[in-house]
Protein backbone atom coordinates (compact mmCIF):
# COMPACT_ATOMS: atom_id res chain seq x y z
CA UNK A 1 0.00 0.00 0.00
CA UNK A 2 1.00 4.15 -0.09
CA UNK A 3 2.92 4.88 2.55
CA UNK A 4 1.47 7.73 4.58
CA UNK A 5 3.98 10.74 5.50
CA UNK A 6 3.18 12.23 8.62
CA UNK A 7 4.90 15.68 10.53
CA UNK A 8 4.09 15.13 14.48
CA UNK A 9 3.92 18.00 16.55
CA UNK A 10 7.85 17.72 18.24
CA UNK A 11 8.71 17.64 14.46
CA UNK A 12 9.38 14.00 13.93
CA UNK A 13 8.66 13.22 10.71
CA UNK A 14 7.14 9.54 9.91
CA UNK A 15 6.88 7.23 7.38
CA UNK A 16 3.66 4.75 7.77
CA UNK A 17 2.80 1.72 5.79
CA UNK A 18 -0.55 0.47 6.45
CA UNK A 19 -0.92 -3.14 5.87
CA UNK A 20 -4.41 -5.25 6.31
CA UNK A 21 -4.22 -9.09 7.19
CA UNK A 22 -7.39 -11.17 7.14
CA UNK A 23 -6.67 -13.82 10.03
CA UNK A 24 -8.89 -17.18 9.82
CA UNK A 25 -9.16 -19.00 13.33
CA UNK A 26 -12.67 -20.80 13.05
CA UNK A 27 -14.10 -17.07 12.36
CA UNK A 28 -12.71 -14.11 10.38
CA UNK A 29 -10.98 -11.44 11.95
CA UNK A 30 -9.99 -8.37 10.31
CA UNK A 31 -6.97 -6.24 11.45
CA UNK A 32 -5.66 -3.43 10.85
CA UNK A 33 -1.65 -2.71 11.21
CA UNK A 34 0.36 0.31 10.51
CA UNK A 35 4.18 -0.29 10.58
CA UNK A 36 6.11 3.03 10.98
CA UNK A 37 9.97 4.17 10.04
CA UNK A 38 11.40 7.42 10.30
CA UNK A 39 11.35 9.64 7.33
CA UNK A 40 14.66 10.42 6.63
CA UNK A 41 13.78 11.93 2.95
CA UNK A 42 11.13 14.13 3.31
CA UNK A 43 7.87 12.04 1.96
CA UNK A 44 9.67 10.77 -0.98
CA UNK A 45 7.90 7.75 -1.38
CA UNK A 46 10.50 5.66 -2.82
CA UNK A 47 12.40 5.28 0.62
CA UNK A 48 9.44 2.53 1.23
CA UNK A 49 10.57 0.28 -1.71
CA UNK A 50 11.62 -2.39 -0.22
CA UNK A 51 10.61 -2.03 3.33
CA UNK A 52 6.95 -3.43 2.29
CA UNK A 53 8.06 -6.87 1.86
CA UNK A 54 9.68 -6.82 5.59
CA UNK A 55 6.84 -6.24 7.50
CA UNK A 56 6.39 -8.23 10.78
CA UNK A 57 9.64 -10.37 10.34
CA UNK A 58 10.36 -11.88 13.56
CA UNK A 59 13.67 -9.77 13.80
CA UNK A 60 13.78 -6.67 12.20
CA UNK A 61 17.31 -5.06 11.53
CA UNK A 62 16.25 -1.81 9.69
CA UNK A 63 17.75 0.93 12.10
CA UNK A 64 14.50 3.37 11.26
CA UNK A 65 11.65 1.31 12.33
CA UNK A 66 9.48 2.03 15.36
CA UNK A 67 7.64 -1.11 15.42
CA UNK A 68 3.95 -1.28 14.42
CA UNK A 69 0.43 -0.51 15.82
CA UNK A 70 -2.28 -2.82 15.40
CA UNK A 71 -6.40 -1.58 15.25
CA UNK A 72 -7.97 -4.45 16.62
CA UNK A 73 -11.42 -2.41 17.21
CA UNK A 74 -10.82 1.00 15.88
CA UNK A 75 -11.73 4.03 18.13
CA UNK A 76 -11.55 0.90 20.85
CA UNK A 77 -8.67 -1.23 21.12
CA UNK A 78 -4.96 -0.81 19.82
CA UNK A 79 -1.85 -2.42 20.25
CA UNK A 80 1.51 -1.18 19.66
CA UNK A 81 4.85 -3.04 19.02
CA UNK A 82 8.26 -1.27 19.48
CA UNK A 83 10.29 -4.37 18.06
CA UNK A 84 12.49 -2.24 15.79
CA UNK A 85 15.39 0.20 16.94
CA UNK A 86 13.57 3.31 17.97
CA UNK A 87 10.62 3.31 20.46
CA UNK A 88 7.55 5.83 20.42
CA UNK A 89 6.99 8.09 23.24
CA UNK A 90 3.23 7.44 24.75
CA UNK A 91 2.31 11.14 23.43
CA UNK A 92 3.70 10.39 19.95
CA UNK A 93 1.91 7.63 20.22
CA UNK A 94 -1.30 8.75 21.19
CA UNK A 95 -0.45 11.29 18.28
CA UNK A 96 -0.33 8.87 15.71
CA UNK A 97 -3.54 7.29 17.04
CA UNK A 98 -5.51 10.05 16.95
CA UNK A 99 -4.12 11.19 13.90
CA UNK A 100 -4.62 7.28 12.05
CA UNK A 101 -8.06 7.71 13.32
CA UNK A 102 -9.23 10.84 11.67
CA UNK A 103 -7.59 9.71 8.30
CA UNK A 104 -9.45 6.32 8.58
CA UNK A 105 -12.80 7.65 9.28
CA UNK A 106 -12.08 10.39 6.39
CA UNK A 107 -11.37 7.94 3.48
CA UNK A 108 -10.96 11.11 1.00
CA UNK A 109 -8.05 12.00 3.11
CA UNK A 110 -6.29 8.72 1.31
CA UNK A 111 -6.22 10.90 -1.86
CA UNK A 112 -4.81 14.03 -0.60
CA UNK A 113 -2.04 13.03 2.28
CA UNK A 114 0.84 14.61 2.14
CA UNK A 115 2.58 15.46 5.43
CA UNK A 116 -0.53 15.35 7.25
Known sequence: MT??????????LLMIIPDTE?????HTILTYT???FLDKKGGDIRQAIGKENALHLSKHTD???YGYITFEKPGELFSYTPD???NLTRHELEEIIE?????????????HIDNL
Do not use: E
Not at 3 to 12: A, E, I
Not at 22 to 26: K, Q
Open 3 to 12: PLFLKLTNGT
Open 22 to 26: AHLDG
Open 34 to 36: YSI
Open 63 to 65: PDY
Open 84 to 86: GKR
Open 99 to 111: RLTYIRNHPSLWQ
